[in-house]
Protein backbone atom coordinates (compact mmCIF):
# COMPACT_ATOMS: atom_id res chain seq x y z
CA UNK A 1 0.00 0.00 0.00
CA UNK A 2 1.38 4.15 -0.97
CA UNK A 3 0.70 5.91 2.22
CA UNK A 4 0.35 9.58 1.57
CA UNK A 5 1.33 11.53 4.78
CA UNK A 6 0.32 15.86 4.74
CA UNK A 7 2.47 17.04 7.36
CA UNK A 8 5.57 15.77 8.34
CA UNK A 9 5.32 16.92 12.05
CA UNK A 10 5.17 14.63 15.15
CA UNK A 11 1.99 13.13 13.90
CA UNK A 12 3.05 12.42 10.47
CA UNK A 13 6.20 11.41 11.58
CA UNK A 14 5.58 9.07 14.33
CA UNK A 15 2.89 7.68 12.66
CA UNK A 16 4.95 7.05 9.12
CA UNK A 17 7.52 5.04 12.11
CA UNK A 18 4.76 2.74 13.58
CA UNK A 19 3.88 2.09 9.60
CA UNK A 20 7.03 1.57 8.98
CA UNK A 21 7.52 -0.76 11.87
CA UNK A 22 4.29 -3.01 12.10
CA UNK A 23 4.73 -3.21 7.47
CA UNK A 24 1.62 -1.76 6.61
CA UNK A 25 2.91 0.20 4.05
CA UNK A 26 5.33 -0.56 1.35
CA UNK A 27 5.65 3.30 0.46
CA UNK A 28 5.15 6.56 2.20
CA UNK A 29 5.52 9.28 0.50
CA UNK A 30 5.72 13.02 2.15
CA UNK A 31 4.35 16.34 1.55
CA UNK A 32 4.72 19.75 3.89
CA UNK A 33 4.87 23.07 2.88
CA UNK A 34 8.30 23.34 5.07
CA UNK A 35 11.24 22.68 2.82
CA UNK A 36 12.91 22.03 6.26
CA UNK A 37 10.87 19.53 7.34
CA UNK A 38 11.21 18.00 4.53
CA UNK A 39 14.52 17.68 4.21
CA UNK A 40 14.62 16.48 7.83
CA UNK A 41 11.80 13.45 6.75
CA UNK A 42 14.04 12.37 4.40
CA UNK A 43 17.38 12.34 6.26
CA UNK A 44 15.29 10.40 9.23
CA UNK A 45 13.91 7.86 6.42
CA UNK A 46 10.52 9.05 7.64
CA UNK A 47 9.29 8.86 4.70
CA UNK A 48 10.71 7.36 1.02
CA UNK A 49 9.87 10.67 -0.90
CA UNK A 50 8.41 14.09 -0.97
CA UNK A 51 6.12 15.45 -3.56
CA UNK A 52 3.82 18.07 -4.17
CA UNK A 53 0.17 17.41 -2.97
CA UNK A 54 -1.33 16.89 -6.57
CA UNK A 55 1.54 14.59 -7.32
CA UNK A 56 1.59 12.74 -3.97
CA UNK A 57 -2.51 12.32 -4.33
CA UNK A 58 -1.90 10.00 -8.06
CA UNK A 59 -0.70 7.15 -6.69
CA UNK A 60 -1.66 7.06 -3.17
CA UNK A 61 -3.80 4.39 -1.94
CA UNK A 62 -4.31 5.95 1.13
CA UNK A 63 -3.80 10.07 2.67
CA UNK A 64 -3.32 11.41 5.91
CA UNK A 65 -3.66 14.73 6.51
CA UNK A 66 -1.74 15.12 9.66
CA UNK A 67 -1.71 19.37 9.41
CA UNK A 68 -2.71 21.83 12.23
CA UNK A 69 -6.22 22.07 11.90
CA UNK A 70 -5.79 25.88 10.89
CA UNK A 71 -4.76 24.36 7.71
CA UNK A 72 -6.69 21.26 7.71
CA UNK A 73 -10.39 22.39 6.01
CA UNK A 74 -8.67 23.80 3.00
CA UNK A 75 -5.94 20.63 2.50
CA UNK A 76 -8.77 18.09 2.68
CA UNK A 77 -10.66 19.60 0.61
CA UNK A 78 -7.95 19.46 -2.03
CA UNK A 79 -7.38 16.44 -1.35
CA UNK A 80 -11.03 14.95 -1.61
CA UNK A 81 -11.16 17.20 -4.63
CA UNK A 82 -8.54 15.19 -6.63
CA UNK A 83 -9.28 11.82 -4.72
CA UNK A 84 -10.60 8.91 -7.01
CA UNK A 85 -11.15 5.59 -4.53
CA UNK A 86 -8.39 6.36 -1.90
CA UNK A 87 -8.94 6.44 1.72
CA UNK A 88 -8.39 9.73 3.05
CA UNK A 89 -8.06 10.23 7.25
CA UNK A 90 -6.97 13.40 8.80
CA UNK A 91 -5.60 13.40 12.60
CA UNK A 92 -7.37 16.76 13.55
CA UNK A 93 -7.73 17.81 17.28
CA UNK A 94 -11.09 19.50 16.80
CA UNK A 95 -13.89 17.53 14.72
CA UNK A 96 -16.80 19.90 14.26
CA UNK A 97 -15.96 22.53 11.83
CA UNK A 98 -14.14 19.89 9.84
CA UNK A 99 -16.84 17.67 9.59
CA UNK A 100 -19.48 20.18 8.96
CA UNK A 101 -17.47 21.44 5.71
CA UNK A 102 -17.78 17.98 4.50
CA UNK A 103 -21.18 16.49 5.30
CA UNK A 104 -22.13 17.27 1.75
CA UNK A 105 -18.94 16.25 -0.54
CA UNK A 106 -19.77 14.26 -2.96
CA UNK A 107 -16.54 12.54 -1.88
CA UNK A 108 -17.70 12.30 1.74
CA UNK A 109 -17.41 8.85 1.90
CA UNK A 110 -14.16 8.70 1.02
CA UNK A 111 -13.26 10.62 4.08
CA UNK A 112 -12.79 9.10 7.85
CA UNK A 113 -12.49 11.80 10.61
CA UNK A 114 -10.07 10.74 13.55
CA UNK A 115 -8.10 12.28 16.29
CA UNK A 116 -5.58 10.14 17.84
CA UNK A 117 -5.63 10.80 21.80
CA UNK A 118 -1.15 10.96 21.74
CA UNK A 119 0.48 13.49 21.67
CA UNK A 120 3.70 15.29 23.29
CA UNK A 121 4.47 18.87 23.86
CA UNK A 122 7.37 18.81 21.37
CA UNK A 123 7.08 19.27 17.37
CA UNK A 124 8.28 19.02 13.64
CA UNK A 125 10.15 15.74 12.29
CA UNK A 126 12.67 15.36 15.05
CA UNK A 127 9.90 15.06 17.58
CA UNK A 128 8.68 11.82 15.52
CA UNK A 129 8.52 8.76 17.92
CA UNK A 130 8.07 4.89 17.03
CA UNK A 131 5.58 4.41 20.21
CA UNK A 132 3.56 7.79 20.26
CA UNK A 133 0.54 5.99 19.02
CA UNK A 134 0.76 2.24 21.18
CA UNK A 135 -1.84 1.85 23.58
CA UNK A 136 -3.48 4.69 23.15
CA UNK A 137 -7.26 5.74 21.42
CA UNK A 138 -8.49 7.41 18.56
CA UNK A 139 -11.76 9.03 18.40
CA UNK A 140 -13.84 8.43 14.41
CA UNK A 141 -16.63 10.59 14.20
CA UNK A 142 -19.18 10.34 12.11
CA UNK A 143 -18.67 6.91 10.82
CA UNK A 144 -22.09 6.40 9.38
CA UNK A 145 -20.58 9.16 6.62
CA UNK A 146 -17.77 7.07 6.24
CA UNK A 147 -18.11 4.45 3.68
CA UNK A 148 -18.03 0.40 5.15
CA UNK A 149 -14.19 0.29 2.55
CA UNK A 150 -13.07 3.75 3.70
CA UNK A 151 -14.00 3.25 8.09
CA UNK A 152 -12.02 -0.41 7.70
CA UNK A 153 -9.45 0.88 5.81
CA UNK A 154 -8.88 3.11 8.44
CA UNK A 155 -9.36 1.35 12.16
CA UNK A 156 -6.99 -1.63 10.59
CA UNK A 157 -4.30 0.68 10.28
CA UNK A 158 -5.15 2.21 13.50
CA UNK A 159 -5.12 -1.74 15.10
CA UNK A 160 -1.71 -2.19 13.65
CA UNK A 161 -0.21 0.46 15.17
CA UNK A 162 -1.67 -0.87 18.30
CA UNK A 163 -4.66 1.88 19.21
CA UNK A 164 -8.32 1.18 19.73
CA UNK A 165 -10.82 3.08 18.30
CA UNK A 166 -13.81 4.60 20.03
CA UNK A 167 -16.78 6.73 18.56
CA UNK A 168 -18.16 10.03 18.82
CA UNK A 169 -20.20 12.52 17.58
CA UNK A 170 -18.22 15.44 16.46
CA UNK A 171 -19.97 17.48 19.38
CA UNK A 172 -19.21 15.01 22.03
CA UNK A 173 -15.26 14.86 20.78
CA UNK A 174 -15.10 18.53 21.25
CA UNK A 175 -16.79 18.96 24.37
CA UNK A 176 -14.70 16.25 26.02
CA UNK A 177 -11.75 17.71 24.54
CA UNK A 178 -11.86 20.86 26.02
CA UNK A 179 -12.12 19.77 29.40
CA UNK A 180 -9.42 17.06 28.81
CA UNK A 181 -6.43 18.32 26.38
CA UNK A 182 -7.49 21.96 25.52
CA UNK A 183 -8.35 23.46 29.33
CA UNK A 184 -5.04 21.59 30.17
CA UNK A 185 -2.75 23.48 27.92
CA UNK A 186 -4.57 26.66 28.84
CA UNK A 187 -3.60 25.99 32.57
CA UNK A 188 -0.59 25.45 31.78
CA UNK A 189 0.47 28.24 29.77
CA UNK A 190 -1.22 30.22 32.08
CA UNK A 191 1.41 28.68 34.67
CA UNK A 192 4.49 29.23 32.58
CA UNK A 193 3.65 33.24 32.09
CA UNK A 194 3.11 32.99 35.99
CA UNK A 195 6.54 31.71 37.16
CA UNK A 196 8.17 33.45 34.15
CA UNK A 197 6.50 36.62 35.72
CA UNK A 198 6.87 36.49 39.18
CA UNK A 199 10.28 34.55 39.25
CA UNK A 200 12.90 36.66 36.92
CA UNK A 201 16.18 35.29 38.03
CA UNK A 202 15.46 32.13 35.78
CA UNK A 203 18.44 30.42 37.48
CA UNK A 204 16.17 29.80 40.39
CA UNK A 205 13.33 28.05 38.37
CA UNK A 206 15.64 25.75 36.97
CA UNK A 207 17.47 24.78 40.33
CA UNK A 208 14.55 24.61 42.20
CA UNK A 209 11.94 23.01 39.69
CA UNK A 210 10.68 19.24 40.81
CA UNK A 211 9.06 16.67 38.94
CA UNK A 212 5.84 18.30 40.21
CA UNK A 213 6.25 21.41 38.21
CA UNK A 214 7.77 19.88 35.29
CA UNK A 215 5.03 17.80 34.59
CA UNK A 216 2.49 20.52 35.37
CA UNK A 217 4.18 23.30 33.01
CA UNK A 218 5.31 20.75 30.35
CA UNK A 219 2.34 21.80 27.97
CA UNK A 220 3.55 25.35 28.19
CA UNK A 221 6.14 24.07 25.43
CA UNK A 222 4.07 23.19 23.12
CA UNK A 223 3.63 24.72 19.56
CA UNK A 224 1.66 28.27 20.22
CA UNK A 225 1.09 28.50 16.70
CA UNK A 226 -0.69 24.28 16.90
CA UNK A 227 -2.82 25.72 20.20
CA UNK A 228 -3.82 28.83 18.93
CA UNK A 229 -5.69 27.29 16.33
CA UNK A 230 -7.13 24.78 17.99
CA UNK A 231 -8.40 26.58 20.87
CA UNK A 232 -10.13 29.52 18.23
CA UNK A 233 -11.96 26.54 16.35
CA UNK A 234 -13.24 24.50 19.59
CA UNK A 235 -14.07 28.12 21.28
CA UNK A 236 -17.46 27.39 22.36
CA UNK A 237 -16.29 24.43 24.27
CA UNK A 238 -13.23 26.06 25.82
CA UNK A 239 -14.70 28.95 27.19
CA UNK A 240 -17.67 27.08 29.42
CA UNK A 241 -14.56 24.81 30.84
CA UNK A 242 -12.19 27.78 31.38
CA UNK A 243 -14.76 29.46 33.13
CA UNK A 244 -15.12 26.66 35.33
CA UNK A 245 -11.75 25.94 35.95
CA UNK A 246 -11.88 30.00 37.14
CA UNK A 247 -14.21 29.67 39.58
CA UNK A 248 -12.61 26.62 41.48
CA UNK A 249 -9.85 28.11 41.38
CA UNK A 250 -11.38 31.22 42.88
CA UNK A 251 -12.61 29.37 45.25
CA UNK A 252 -9.57 27.74 46.40
CA UNK A 253 -8.09 31.42 46.43
CA UNK A 254 -10.52 32.45 48.99
CA UNK A 255 -10.15 29.70 50.95
CA UNK A 256 -6.67 30.46 51.75
CA UNK A 257 -7.66 34.08 52.37
CA UNK A 258 -9.98 32.90 55.18
CA UNK A 259 -7.56 30.28 56.24
CA UNK A 260 -10.35 28.03 56.22
CA UNK A 261 -8.42 24.75 56.12
CA UNK A 262 -11.05 22.10 56.10
CA UNK A 263 -12.55 23.17 53.15
CA UNK A 264 -9.60 23.50 51.37
CA UNK A 265 -8.51 19.40 52.15
CA UNK A 266 -12.64 18.85 51.48
CA UNK A 267 -11.78 20.58 47.74
CA UNK A 268 -8.23 18.08 47.97
CA UNK A 269 -10.10 15.34 48.84
CA UNK A 270 -12.77 15.38 46.46
CA UNK A 271 -9.98 15.90 43.64
CA UNK A 272 -8.09 12.88 44.32
CA UNK A 273 -11.27 10.93 42.66
CA UNK A 274 -8.88 11.89 39.25
CA UNK A 275 -7.65 8.34 40.51
CA UNK A 276 -10.07 6.52 39.50
CA UNK A 277 -9.62 7.83 35.70
CA UNK A 278 -6.13 8.67 35.81
CA UNK A 279 -5.01 5.45 36.63
CA UNK A 280 -0.86 5.95 36.11
Not at 25 to 47: F, R, W
Not at 80 to 98: N, R
Request: some cysteine; overall charge neutral.
Amino acid sequence: MTVVIIGLGLMGGSLAIALNEVGFSQHIIGVDSNPTHCKKALELNLVNEIRTLDDAVIDADMIIVATPVAASIGIIAQVLDKALDQVVVDLGSTKKELCLNFNTHPKRGNYVSAHPIAGTENSGPKAACSNLYKNKKVVVCEKNLSSDQALSVAIEMFNKIGMSTVFMTPDEHDKHLAYISHLSHISSFALGLTVLDLEKDEKNIFNLAGSGFSSTARLAKSSPEMWNAIIAQNKENVLPALDSYINYLRAFRDDIINSNEKELKIKMTNANKIRKIIKE
